[in-house]
């Protein structure tokens, strides 16, 4: 497998995505997304996503260059329409305009529609909480999805993600989940890389349970329906289910985005943003301090055989970033040869990378 760094990641995306048709703007703001997400392990989330964006650019299922229109614009609550942009161009505009609001109101949310894929959850709280905001941030997908309902065996929902971020020191504690068993792009990243996937992921298009992620896609030459995510939670995944409709409900209803639409292109998300700046309700120091306080009061528990620290949510982020900063960001060979496809088909080159 290839081994880069951060910035010739970055370097190789734009460049593929200006090819493609977007601006140096543009390219500039998914390329940080996508690298930044290789960088602190989300592969399903990085570079992988450059074949299905240049696909969605060339069917106009990402419309680079439409505009970012402001549709509801209040002190403390603000609409967007992407138009079809990409969806991390929408998502850095709600959250440039939501911290500004914040700073000022105390708290700001924005909802988004009509944009394609945003990216990871986790980068968006994380940048916030650097500044001082506790987020929380959530998706749909308006469209078909690939979650099956509570006891159900057609997909019905999306993998409807939310992410919380509490800033931390100078750093972040950062909750980024599915309220789907798993991600697709993790069943993905599995299939490419030609391996299994763990029991409660996914089940094929009978509700048999599969460790095959090749079942999660079916084979349409072959007359195989495609199979479907699980809700999050094993035996309780009515829980996950539940979260995952009330997700639906903010991101999609409130947002204007919609639900169970089949009139949106492939990857569309509604996005529902929520920030309070916490030094409107306390100094930043009281914060922290009590803060140090919570994490050492959670680390100090005792720990099961095998284990030798706890955690905070996010800390194994900060831990990857740090060992592929030192060591380069490994691409499995299929995901580089569906990179180096993409050059070629849309005229790019990554010489002198």
Not at 100 to 108: E, M, N
Not at 150 to 162: A, F, M
Not at 174 to 185: F, H, I, K, N, R
Not at 346 to 351: F, Q, S, Y
Request: net charge negative.
């Amino acid at each position: 497998m290839p081994t880069f760094n951060t910035q010739q990641l970055e370097e190789i995306t734009r460049r593929i995505l200006e090819g493609a048709g977007a601006s140096a703007e543009e390219a500039q703001t998914v390329a940080v997304e996508l690298a930044g997400a290789n960088l602190v392990g989300h592969d399903s989330h990085g570079i992988m996503r450059l074949k299905q964006y240049v696909d969605y650019i060339e069917q106009k299922h990402i419309r680079p260059g439409a505009p970012v229109k402001l549709d509801v614009d209040t002190p403390t609550l603000a609409v967007l329409d992407g138009g079809g942009n990409f969806g991390q161009v929408v998502a850095t505009k709600a959250l440039q305009i939501a911290t500004t609001r914040a700073r000022v109101a105390g708290s700001c949310t924005v909802l988004c529609r009509e944009c394609n894929h945003i990216g990871r959850l986790g980068s968006y709280t994380y940048q916030a909480a650097l500044q001082g905001f506790f987020t929380v941030m959530a998706v749909n997908a308006p469209g078909p999805g690939g979650v099956v309902p509570w006891g159900g065996l057609d997909r019905k929902l999306g993998t409807n993600p939310i992410s919380m971020a509490a800033p931390w020191n100078d750093e972040a504690i950062v909750l980024d989940m599915t309220t789907s068993a798993t991600a697709e792009g993790k069943v993905r990243v599995a299939l490419q890389k030609g391996e299994s996937i763990p029991d409660g992921w996914v089940i094929d298009n009978a509700g048999n349970p599969t460790n095959n992620p090749a079942d999660l896609y079916g084979d349409p030459d072959k007359g195989i329906a495609p199979g479907a995510i699980l809700p999050l939670g094993g035996p309780l995944g009515f829980k996950g289910y539940g979260m995952s409709v009330m997700l639906d409900i903010v991101c999609g209803i409130l947002s204007g985005a919609g639900i169970a639409r089949t009139d949106v292109p492939p990857g569309t998300n509604g996005v529902w943003m929520y920030l309070i700046d916490v030094e409107k309700l306390m100094s930043a120091e009281q914060y922290a301090t009590v803060m140090d306080q919570y994490v050492d009061y959670i680390k100090s528990s005792r720990k099961i055989p095998g284990v030798d620290e706890i955690l905070m949510p996010g800390e194994i982020e900060l831990r990857r970033q740090a060992e592929r900063r030192r060591d380069g960001i490994a691409i499995p060979d299929l995901t580089w040869q569906q990179t180096l496809d993409q050059a070629t088909r849309v005229g790019a080159t990554l010489d002198g990378i």
